[in-house]
């Protein structure tokens, strides 16, 4: 692969909004992707995540709003093919090829010299099964493919949408390294997937969509730091504390014995100056280290609140 210069973002959507029939899918939904990292994009089932990859890739219009890779909607690329690679799903394959005949016809629609086939069959380990048909391949084994396919023109903007799916342990750190390793040369990752822990060790940035809505943009660091805090305490008799914690709005789940509770949205140092000024004597505080499912289940609960979290460099305003 060429290193690429890193440099301003290499995806950039505004205000796109699709709507089927009466159901609103992305709703005026902003965020930028940069180069030189992985940058995940989350959402519970139906937030809307692969309608906006397929609006960012040209395979769907949007109502309005846009989505450009490096400045241009990517069909105005004179070669997209070389701009974005892309796996939205091993459904999307024609089950009578074979893995390579896949391969081949993507090759000769983008003009990649044939040479590059082999290689991206042996970097996804299915250089034994290149003369198998698509049907009778696995599921890991179709990511796979899937994976040798949007690699296979060596691109600058690398597109997957749940690419871990049937991976098995292995696979998943393979693919792991593989993405980290793209994206050093200073290319872009926008990766799709439900696994959040397997999110937590591959993405530096997160965007999280809800009801096609933009909740949450930023790096992984500070938005665990932003989101609420868990702090589980205990002592002999913690009602005081807990009575004071709710008359302010702080939400405490306490323990059926009354000598334990676990209390949210409120640093352990704030906790234990109350619990001085109301004389509760704690016998054990801890908090909670929060990851990235925590985080998640969090912003995309089934509440009301659209609240948009920015971190870091993300200039973009509050969403309705």
Known sequence: MNVLPSGDESISVHGLTKTYGRHRVVDDLSFDVTPGQVT???????????????????????DSGTAAIHGLPLPEHPEPGRIAGAFLGAEHMLPGLTARGHLDWIATATETEPARIDEMLDLVDLTRARARRISHLSLGMRQRLGIAAALLTDPEVLILDEPLNGLDPAGITWLRSL?????STGRTVLLSSHLLREMELIAHHVIIIRDGVLIADGPLDELRQATSTRVRV??????????QLKAEGIAVDPD???????????EPGEIFGLCVRLGVELTGLTAEEQ???????????????????TFGHSTQGVTA
Do not use: V
């Open 256 to 266: 059926p014995s009354g000598t334990h509770a676990t209390i949210t949205g409120i």
């Open 234 to 243: 205990q002592g002999t008799n913690l009602a005081p504390l807990l009575d």
């Open 179 to 183: 993405l980290t390793d793209f994206a």
């Open 40 to 62: 995940g994009f989350l959402g519970p089932n139906g937030a809307g995540k692969s309608t906006t990859l397929q609006m960012i890739l040209g395979l769907t219009s949007p």
């Open 291 to 309: 990851g990235l499912e925590d985080t998640f289940l969090g912003l995309t609960d089934s509440g009301d609140d659209r609240r948009r979290h």
